[in-house]
Nanobody
Framework: QVQLVESGGGLVQPGGSLRLSCVAS????????VAWFRRHSGKERDFVAS????????YYSDAVKGRFTISRDNAKNTVYLQMNSLKPEDTAVYYC????????????WGQGTQVTVSS
């Protein structure tokens, strides 16, 4: 089991930046792949970015590629999402998810953090 807690959301103007954090507790964090997802109001949860267990591989959705950066610090049990050049369409609740090596889906989730991009 791993427990996840997101933080860092808030209100930001278009073109601004935010950094989200996802802190994990429980079992050895570097056994888990971690990803960020987001849910726009009334819609399904969409993939944003993911990172491998040691941070060597990252993947991004086309919507955020070049603007967002995912990273992790296993010594701090934390994954980050640096979000730059934010747009109103980035407004959503952002969730971090984790999956173990043998899991086929992300099964551990945080409670989410709201990001609002508006002038």
């Amino acid at each position: 089991q791993v427990q996840l807690v997101e933080s860092g959301g808030g209100l930001v103007q278009p073109g601004g930046s935010l950094r989200l954090s996802c802190v994990a507790s429980g079992r050895t964090f570097n056994n888990y792949f971690v990803a960020w997802f987001r849910r726009h109001s009334g819609k399904e949860r969409d993939f944003v970015a993911s990172i491998s267990r040691e941070g060597g591989y990252t993947y991004y959705s086309d919507a955020v590629k070049g603007r967002f950066t995912i990273s992790r610090d296993n010594a701090k049990n934390t994954v980050y999402l640096q979000m730059n050049s934010l747009k109103p369409e980035d407004t959503a609740v952002y969730y971090c998810g984790a999956r173990g090596v043998y899991d086929t889906a992300y099964g551990y989730w945080g409670q989410g953090t709201q990001v609002t991009v508006s002038s």
